[in-house]
């Protein structure tokens, strides 16, 4: 989705999808380390060429791309997907093992999340740079 939410933002031609056609169901993905390993370092690409253009963009009221999305609704859109992404992994942990509530495998996870939005668009929505309308 990183990919996808950075073409909204941009003018020029979309950037191609990573896994496949639009509509795909992700047949070909398998529980193989070295595969989840490379799903997780493209995910980390991703996020960091999205922050990375995000920062461009001083006031959070802007509007940009072909669909003239505003940018501070693509940072709030973010962080809900990213939270409620997190909330159906736990339950489908909680499905695999009974295991609920937070544990130290999960908590780097979530922290590094949180430092993410805290450092980098927490500040920048309550420093108030958005004159633009919503």
Same mark, same amino acid.
């Given at each position: 989705?990183? $990919?996808?939410?950075?073409?909204? @933002? +941009? ?29 997780? $370092? ?7 060429? +999205?922050? $990375? ?12 791309? #072909?669909?003239?999305?505003? /940018? ?6 973010? @962080? ?12 489908? #942990?909680?499905? /695999? ?8 495998? +999960? ?5 590094? +999340? ?21």
């Amino acid at each position: 989705m990183e $990919r996808n939410w950075r073409n909204w @933002i +941009t003018a020029g031609e979309p950037a191609s999808r990573i896994y496949g056609p639009a509509g795909s169901d992700f047949e070909a993905v398998r529980p193989d380390p070295a595969q989840a390993s490379q799903a997780l $370092r493209i995910l980390h690409e991703e996020q960091d060429a +999205t922050d $990375r253009l995000l920062a461009g963009f001083e006031d959070l009221g802007q509007r940009a791309g #072909r669909e003239q999305v505003v /940018i501070r609704d693509l940072m709030v859109h973010r @962080i809900e997907e990213y939270a409620r992404h997190s909330g159906h992994a736990d339950l489908l #942990r909680e499905c /695999i093992d009974g295991r609920v509530g937070q544990w130290r495998s +999960t908590l780097p996870t979530a922290r590094a +999340t949180l430092r993410m939005c805290r450092s980098q668009h927490l500040p920048r929505l309550r420093q108030g740079r958005c004159t633009g309308s919503a």
